[in-house]
């Protein structure tokens, strides 16, 4: 089943011109690899998906659906959630910020826990889970911000750059749970401008260049 | 020289006796400054959460329009304040002249744009991911408004010590709309003024010492608060 389609999309900066998007699809429980230099597009085309950006033309559908954009777009937004590369993590501890997706959609505390605590276990952050947001190593700060995603509970997981400025050990384990969570069947768009780490995942390559799909 | 180191032991003097005189005017002026603070909060506060988060006409003039209040002397508004509130004036049917009330009027009137501007300022210094990850997450218009206060609370509340230390502060409203009655509209301020006129300069510092801790302490919290 196609959930995203993205037909003659563009998107304009001031003037110029970032993204010229002819055609790209993805499909139920794919997992679709958006590569391409710096600059190329990828981020504006994620934020584009999730909804925070505006195209000034063109058709996004998901699930047949075209997408509301930005704050009137709440039922997508809980459909598609991005990890972006610099996550932000809101003041307070680790719990706090996973729970907050559940807690979105309005599910009481106990049960917001619940979901969040599986999340950290997840993304392996149960040794963080009263720590203090602020505090956390950057490879920390990533992994809590993919167990917010996830406790979220979208269909879709968008995920700008999730190795970038990663130690080893933390990029190893980032990709262990991107493989976890491709093997689980959740539709996950990936971008990277290192495509090698995903080497082994069972994928769709779509290349960026100047905005465009080459 | 000796006059001077005369007022200041006469003045410690009169802080360490508890001088009732002083403390008299020290609990009108943190009943007054809390009255107002809480009120010109209870305004402030929104304004400045709206002029920083909304995009609508006006907000541009509105901004400089309260930027520029913060410049306002205090003996203008104390004397717009009185002119409002005296007999003639359209508020005086309500009698409050010459009370604490009135004090608390025009006290409201100098913290609201403090209070605006500087919550303004918080809120418009979070993080711009703030607001991108909250609504990334499914949250609701009001959860993501909710979010963006939530992160710029401490400043928030540095907002509001502040305008608590410039209203406990302030003698010219206190002075024309509170009259200066002992025990009744007497300020921390006032009372220096009136003091030291009449050469009773161990008051005056002993007054001004009470006067300091007062805002110390608020500094102190709010510097806690924002290193916290």
């Given amino acids: ?214 | 020289m000796e006059f001077l180191l005369d007022g200041f032991a006469d003045g410690l003097m009169r802080v360490l006796r508890a001088d009732p005189h002083v403390m008299l005017a020290a609990w009108v002026t943190i009943k007054v400054g809390i009255w107002a603070t809480i009120l010109a909060s209870l305004i402030g506060l929104p304004v400045g959460f709206l002029l920083a988060m909304g995009r609508f006409r006006g907000r541009g003039f509105a901004i400089t329009l309260l930027q520029t209040s913060l410049g306002l002397p205090t003996v203008v508004i104390g004397l717009l304040a009185y002119g409002f509130l005296s007999r003639r004036g359209p508020l005086g049917f309500a009698d409050l002249l010459f009370t604490p009330s009135a004090i608390v009027v025009g006290l409201v009137v100098l913290a609201v744009p403090l209070v605006a501007v500087f919550s303004m300022t918080s809120v418009a210094s979070v993080d711009g991911r703030v607001r991108e990850t909250a609504l990334t997450l499914g949250a609701s218009n009001g959860l993501v408004a909710w979010t963006v206060l939530r992160e710029a609370r401490f400043g928030m509340i540095a907002a509001v010590l502040a305008a608590f230390g410039r209203v406990s502060s302030e003698v010219g409203i206190a002075m024309m709309l509170g009259g200066n009655i002992e025990g009744y509209t007497r300020t921390l301020t006032t009372a220096i003024a009136l003091e030291s006129m009449k050469g009773e300069f161990g008051f005056g510092i002993a007054l001004g010492v009470v006067l300091l801790a007062i805002i110390f302490v608020t500094n102190l919290l709010s510097r806690y608060i924002q290193r916290s």
């Fill in chain 1, 1 to 214: 089943m196609e959930v995203f389609f993205l037909g003659n999309v563009k998107f304009r900066f001031e003037t110029e011109l970032v993204l010229d998007i002819e055609k790209v699809t993805v499909s139920s429980g794919e997992v679709v690899l958006l590569t391409g230099a710096n600059g190329s597009g990828k981020t504006t085309l994620l934020r584009v998906m999730a909804g925070l950006l505006t195209p000034e033309d063109g058709v996004i559908k998901y699930k047949s659906e075209p997408i509301i954009f930005g704050k009137a777009g709440l039922e997508h937004r809980r459909r598609v959630t991005l990890l972006a590369q610099e996550p932000y993590l809101f003041r307070g501890n680790v719990l706090l910020n996973v729970s907050y997706g559940p807690r979105a959609r309005g599910m009481s505390k106990s049960q917001a826990n619940e979901l969040a605590e599986e999340a950290i276990l997840n993304t392996r952050c149960e040794g963080l889970i009263d720590r203090d947001a602020a505090k956390l190593s950057g490879g920390e700060k990533k992994r809590v911000a993919l167990a917010r995603a996830l406790a979220a509970g979208a269909e879709t997981l968008l995920l700008d750059e999730p190795i970038s400025h990663l130690d080893e050990e933390n990029s190893k384990l980032i990709v262990e749970i991107i493989k976890e969570l491709a093997a689980s069947g959740i539709t996950l768009v990936v971008s990277t401008h290192i495509p090698e780490w995903a080497s082994s995942l069972s994928l769709k390559n779509v290349r960026l260049a100047y905005g465009k799909v080459v």
